[in-house]
């Protein structure tokens, strides 16, 4: 195979999710999928467990773009300043050429209720991630949960605004945008 | 039946939390809990739809009470002190009283994949309904579902510190505590 040609595990998510929006995720087949991509359900399967698989295999490389991100933040970093490193770190996967195929992923994610669920625990469980390394780190128990979810707020709204339709700011800035704005929003949380 | 007696709901959600406990949710049938509880299993589907209903019965009064809270904020409270009156207004339904029952029950959602996702949705269910609320207020889109999913991780950290064994401290005080952090947190959440 020549290297200008597209990589098996690459035709292989390309015909996914053209399926799935053709057809419906729940419609589509390990064998459809295959054929679709010229390849053979075997070799499918040496690159995903599942179809699901195929909407969610970035989720461990997410995982340690956050982790490491929370590691490269100076030793005496306040919470929420090892948060915006690890959201910073966690830009690199959102590049603007990946936008297309990340706004297409949402569509076929939207359509579908389990998919949806599946979505949402994956971003809880960043969270809990998160908060466990600021444990590590000495952050007192509720500080870390507080501050690694207000993160995982941040990361999701940006996420959410990056795929919109004509939106064209860099994930980077959106989720500095959101970061700021929280910030603003919560310094004047006052109870009456 | 004398009024002194407990309903038949309550005898039922007893019932079927002991038989949670003692044998599992999984292996636990409505038939064992109408008969733990004395009654028909006809009239265990009079108040609950299945056996999962009697751990989530509770959401749409918690909902209720926390649009209700964002209905009685000031036309002109900014987005988190309307969100912080929307935690008062959840905070009733957790009375010291009820504490014991939170602690038992979230004992028999650990240990349950499925009901582990069910909570978390539903807490996500939650968000997304006071960001709307939030919304409809005119606050600015990203504003709202900051603003909201922040309140609901408030939300989130003090009931589980709720129903931590030992935990004295009440509902209310735990919300404003993890409130005044999140506050704290955020205010010094600067990007080097």
Known sequence: MGRWKPGAKDRLRLAALD??????FERTTVEQ???????TERTF???????REVLFDGREALERAF??????????????????TALEASASF????????SRRRQRVIAANAALRERELLKLAGLAELVARALDDRGVPAAQAVLAAE????VFGLAFAQ????GETRSFADLQREALATLRA????????
Chains 1, 2 share one sequence.
């Not at 030793?75 to 948060?83: C, I, K, L, R, S």
């Not at 207000?150 to 707020?153: E, H, K, P, V």
């Open 150 to 153: 207000s993160g995982l707020t």
């Open 162 to 165: 990056w795929i919109e339709e």
């Open 67 to 84: 982790l490491g991100g929370v590691a490269d933040a100076p030793e005496d970093a306040a919470p929420m300043a090892v948060v915006a």
């Open 185 to 192: 929003l919560a310094g004047s949380a006052g109870i009456a």
């Open 45 to 51: 399967f040496r690159y995903y467990e599942d179809k």
């Open 94 to 101: 959102f590049p603007d050429d990946g936008r297309e195929w």
């Open 33 to 39: 999928i295959a054929g679709a991509a010229g390849l």
């Open 19 to 24: 399926l799935f929006l053709d057809q419906g």
